[in-house]
């Protein structure tokens, strides 16, 4: 489904991306975990085609992502729905009204239509009757739903969550770590998600991929990355300070 090939990137001297090789398959959820600051977010951007390679190639259902532009981005990118990490609602929409964002603006739905849509994919997330309030009217977690609502609003093919559980208590942690199990099963997609918290990432992965310095140094099953002997892989699921990963 997507294939990351020697992917670089830099920022003038920062070189975030090294060479980046990563395969992830139809039907399965992904998890990449990894220092805060260590790339994964920038990875996302390339995926979905926000940001460019200085050096490689990102093939998504034999696609080549940095060979579309304009009209052609914008179609791929339909394959995708996206949790950002804080939600990233429009506070001076309703809920109705950001759920349903992506529906007025690609495609031909009606009003009633939509006002359907928006529903069903608002209670697919354990959300009803709350169309007509502000996203300052929510909690935490039920802004979260709400974006993940949005993020199935089209239908997507790859579901893509971005530090899904940040800011969230353990309680509420699960609730979204259960939804996107839920969401991978009833909807038939292929996930990838990026995150720090290992708890999460053994509960929702089907594999796990970790980044370091730029690179995938290990890729495994939940089972395979707890009992791995690679010493960074080891402090970071044991979260140790002790280790090859420096704490500064």
Not at 2 to 8: F, P
Not at 54 to 73: F, R
Not at 137 to 160: T, Y
């Amino acid at each position: 489904m997507i294939k990351i090939i020697d992917l670089h990137k830099s920022f003038d001297s920062n070189h975030v991306l090294r060479g980046v090789d990563l395969e992830i398959h139809k039907g399965e959820s992904m998890v990449i975990i990894g220092r805060s600051g260590s790339g994964k977010s920038v990875l996302l951007k390339h995926i979905i085609g926000l940001l460019k390679p200085d050096k490689g190639k990102i093939i998504v259902d034999s696609i080549e992502v940095s060979s579309l532009n304009g009209k052609e981005l914008n179609e791929f990118r339909k394959k995708f729905g996206m949790l950002f990490q804080g939600a990233a609602l429009f506070d001076s929409l309703t809920i109705g009204e950001n759920v349903g964002f992506p529906l007025r603006e690609h495609t031909d739905f009606s009003e009633r239509e939509i006002r359907i849509k928006v529903k069903e994919k608002l209670e697919m997330v354990g959300l009803k009757d709350i169309e007509g309030l502000f996203p300052s009217e929510l909690s935490g977690g039920m802004k979260k739903r709400v974006g993940l609502a949005r993020a199935i609003a089209m239908e997507p093919e790859i579901l893509l969550y971005d530090e899904p559980t940040a800011e969230l208590d353990p309680i509420l942690t699960d609730s979204i770590n259960v939804l996107n199990i839920e969401m991978k099963q009833r909807l038939n997609i292929t996930s990838l998600t990026i995150t720090h918290d290992i708890i999460s990432a053994y509960k929702i992965a089907d594999r796990i991929a970790m980044l370091h310095e730029g690179k995938i140094i290990t890729t495994g099953t939940p089972d395979e990355i707890k009992v791995s002997d690679h010493p960074v892989v080891k402090q970071f699921v044991r979260g140790s300070s002790e280790g090859p990963i420096s704490v500064k």
